[in-house]
C-alpha cells in the first residue's frame, strides 16, 4: 500500500508560479505511474498531469502544457508538480494519485489511480 501526501500549495497572483510535492511512503515507489488531478468548487475532479514509471514519459491536460511540469525523484519517493503563470481559473484543490496501470493511454482517467493523497489547496488571485 502506498500513503500519499500532498504540500506546496498557496495563495499566488495571476502569473505566479508555485510548486507541488507529493511524498510517497513505502518502498514501491518506483512501480507506480503517477499523476496529478484538481478539483475546482462546484466541477468535477479533472486530469492535470502524469509521469510514468521512469520518469521519461509525461502527460499534461491541453489548458496546462507549456505552463506546468510533473516530475519525480524515485530516490526521494516525491513527484512534483511545478506550476508557472498560473491564472485563476487554476484555483481549485490539486491531488496526487499512483497508478499501477502500464499504459499512458490510461493516465489521465482517475479510475486507473489506485492511491489518493487529500490534496493540497492552491488559490490564485486576478
Known amino acids: 500500500q502506498v500513503q500519499l501526501g500532498e504540500s506546496g500549495g498557496g495563495l499566488v497572483q495571476s502569473g505566479g508560479s508555485l510548486r507541488l510535492s507529493c511524498a510517497a511512503s513505502?518502498?514501491?515507489?518506483?512501480?507506480?505511474?503517477m499523476g496529478w488531478f484538481r478539483q475546482a468548487p462546484g466541477k468535477e475532479r479533472e486530469f492535470v498531469a502524469a509521469i510514468n514509471r521512469s520518469g521519461d514519459r509525461t502527460y499534461y491536460t491541453d489548458s496546462v502544457k507549456g505552463r506546468f511540469t510533473i516530475s519525480r525523484d524515485n530516490a526521494k519517493n516525491t513527484v512534483y508538480l511545478q506550476m508557472n503563470s498560473l491564472k485563476p481559473e487554476d484555483t481549485a484543490v490539486y491531488y496526487c494519485?499512483?497508478?499501477?496501470?502500464?499504459?499512458?493511454?490510461?493516465?489521465?482517467?482517475?479510475?486507473?489511480?489506485?492511491?489518493w493523497g487529500q490534496g493540497t489547496q492552491v488559490t490564485v488571485s486576478s
Open positions: 494519485a499512483a497508478a499501477t496501470v502500464f499504459s499512458g493511454t490510461y493516465l489521465s482517467y482517475d479510475s486507473s489511480y489506485d492511491y
Open positions: 513505502g518502498r514501491t515507489f518506483s512501480s507506480y505511474a
